[in-house]
């Protein structure tokens, strides 16, 4: 027998089978906080949920990715030419699984529950498959416009198909990005013709995420209409048509992608397709803008769940591998970077939750939009940011097993990449920070006075904390000052502004978490508040004193509470 092939030595275990909702205690008490009543109400559902994702899709996450990612049949067996998606059994099943625990479907219906609801969910997903996220994402953001914006008899027609919670719901897409560009929709070349009293979509969709969706939004420009966003329209695009055979429309090739490899993106031909008009022209780009913003949303909760789920493989590492003798999460090193990784996630997620209360907040007033965009901006660039660094970050504290196909942080950290790209990478974010903070809309005035007033608020012993993110204020504050007056240094400045402007927004609600729970005795946030506040104090330094983290490590990163 070969002596390598035995097994002295077993090798710390990947993160399987854990339930991803319950274990999330910072999770719960922010939500707890926020939103009182979900718990109650949708608790015993999350925490099922948590226990599904943990295992089935976990397990389906590797499978697919690793073994039985999609495929593209291009003809049937006659030789016809059908340009279908076809995906393996088990992420099927996942993916109806999804809608029929509630993902999208309990958001609606004779008591909805809050979008919050699906966006929590959106993120536990997140932790085992951002493959799967991203379609529950995209069904979410069509089901949203056609509630909020389609003519009654489309959305009386189509919503409930996207909301079922039987395992028959009809899954979403949006059709926005064109071979010209993703950021550049106002140049939109799909072409619209009336039909009767639908209509005629022709045109190339460059990327479509999950490609065969049943219903999907596109924009497209009625012939005759003007150039740019104002001849936009946004229609609606089923898969099959009312009598049951197939749209007038095919995948043509699917994209050969750095990662999320379990899901289907495609480039999709319209060849006349039938469709719905949602939003006539000008209205078309607003429609497809909010699917967008609804997506955003989603995408920094997604975020900040791989970003957990990085901590939880590193802690699983450290937890077991000892080197010299001495577990690695027993090493000040280390123990370092696993209090900052969850530093960073915990900032990552209330930052997320700071988006949603936005993004729901009623009422359509310049204030409103202003904080709405704004907060939206900066949750989806920041936490894409910290989610693939923080995915880089796990996989070499797992080391050379963690560049592995066989531990689950190789397949982080190829994800972990899309959440910035998608949805608008970091440069179209500054773009929109700035449209919502400087532009007609007081978002500048919004942001300061949310985080001055949790600096302001907050109890005696925080001040010192509050004290290091006061001359980041300051200075996004001269920085505002100077873009209304100059307006024209906006594209110069905006990445410049929006970086500490979102790390200071995230650390303020690090700080406001903090001060909540010392309230209650418990001073664990405060602990991670300052660590957090630290790395945003441009005079800081290096810190030689003695962290007290270190020594309430295993409460801290275990989301105990340290007593006050
Ligand atoms: C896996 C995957 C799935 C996708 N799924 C979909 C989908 O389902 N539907 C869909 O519509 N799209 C989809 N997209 C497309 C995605 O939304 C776009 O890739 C993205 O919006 C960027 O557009 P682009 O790739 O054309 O880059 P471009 O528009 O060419 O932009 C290139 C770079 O320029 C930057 N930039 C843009 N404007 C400015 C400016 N004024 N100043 C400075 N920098 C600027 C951008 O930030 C970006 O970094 C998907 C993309 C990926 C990778």
Redesign the pocket.
């Known amino acids: 027998m070969d002596r390598t092939e035995t097994r002295p030595i077993e090798l710390p275990p990947a993160i399987r089978g854990l339930n991803l909702f319950t274990t999330d205690r910072d999770l719960q008490r922010r939500l707890a906080r926020r939103s009182p009543d979900l718990l109650p109400r949708f608790g015993e559902r999350l925490a099922a949920f948590g226990a599904w994702v943990g295992d089935a899709v976990e397990a389906q996450a590797d499978y697919t990715s690793r073994h039985a990612p999609p495929r593209l049949e291009t003809h049937d067996g006659q030789g016809a030419p059908v340009g279908r998606v076809v995906l393996n059994a088990e992420y099927r099943a996942c993916h109806a699984e999804a809608y029929r625990r509630g993902v999208v479907g309990l958001a609606y219906g004779p008591e909805p529950a809050p979008h919050l609801l699906s966006f929590v969910m959106g993120g536990v997903l997140s932790q085992a498959d951002v493959s799967l996220h ?1 379609p529950v994402t ?1 069904t979410g953001a069509v089901a949203w416009v056609l509630d909020r914006l389609a003519p009654d008899p489309v959305r009386a027609r189509w919503l409930p198909q996207l909301t079922r919670m039987d395992g028959q719901a009809l899954t979403g ?6 071979l ?6 106002a140049a939109t070349t799909t072409v619209a013709e009336p039909d009767g009293g639908a209509w005629r979509l022709t045109g190339l ?7 065969g969706a049943g219903i999907a939004l596109a ?1 497209a420009r009625p012939r005759g209409a003007p150039d740019g966003a104002r001849g936009l329209g946004c229609y609606l695009v089923p898969s099959a048509l009312p009598d049951g055979t197939q749209n007038r429309l095919h995948v043509r090739r699917l ?1 050969d ?4 490899c379990g ?1 289907a ?1 495609g480039e999709t031909v319209l060849d006349g397709a039938w469709a719905v008009e949602v939003a006539p022209p000008p209205h078309g780009l607003k429609a ?1 803008l909010e699917a967008l913003e609804y997506s955003r949303v989603h995408n920094a909760f997604g975020a900040a769940g791989l970003h957990r789920r990085a901590l939880l493989e590193s802690l699983a590492w450290t937890s077991h591998r000892r080197v010299g003798g001495t577990l690695l999460r027993e090493t000040p090193m280390m123990r370092d970077a696993l209090l900052d990784l969850a530093a960073t996630q915990e900032a990552s997620a209330a930052l997320a939750f700071e988006a949603a209360e936005a993004f729901e907040a009623p009422g359509e007033d310049p204030v409103v939009e202003g904080w709405r965009r704004t907060a939206v901006a900066l949750a989806k660039y920041w936490t894409a940011a910290e989610a693939t660094a923080a995915a880089a970050q796990a996989v070499e504290i797992v080391g050379g097993n963690g560049y592995t196909e066989e531990w689950p942080t190789a397949r982080l950290y190829r994800d972990a990449l ?1 959440t910035a ?11 929109e920070f700035l449209r919502a903070a400087i532009g007609r809309l007081p978002g500048d005035q919004a942001f300061l006075g949310r985080v001055a007033g949790i600096l302001d608020s907050a109890p005696e012993s925080l001040q010192p904390v509050a004290a290091r993110l006061r001359p980041v204020l300051e200075s996004c504050r001269a920085a505002f000052v100077h873009l209304r007056a100059r307006p024209e240094d906006g ?1 110069r400045l ?1 990445r410049k502004l929006m970086h500490p402007a979102a790390e200071l927004l995230a650390a303020a609600l690090m700080l406001e978490e903090a001060a909540a729970d010392l309230t209650a005795g418990d001073r664990r946030k405060a602990l991670l508040a300052g660590r957090f506040a630290a790395r945003l104090d441009p005079e800081g330094g290096i810190d030689l004193a003695e962290d007290p983290l270190h020594a309430l490590f295993d409460d801290v990163i275990g989301q105990g509470a340290c007593p006050a």
């Not at 010209?180 to 929709?185: K, P, Q, S, Y």
């Not at 990478?425 to 773009?431: I, K, M, R, S």
């Open positions: 991203c995209l897409g949006t059709w926005a990005t064109e010209h560009g993703g950021t550049d929709v969709k460059w990327f479509t995420s999950n490609a924009t994209k992608k750095v990662g999320t899901l993106t497809m899309v790209v998608w949805e608008g990478p970091a440069n179209v974010q500054a773009l594209p905006a």
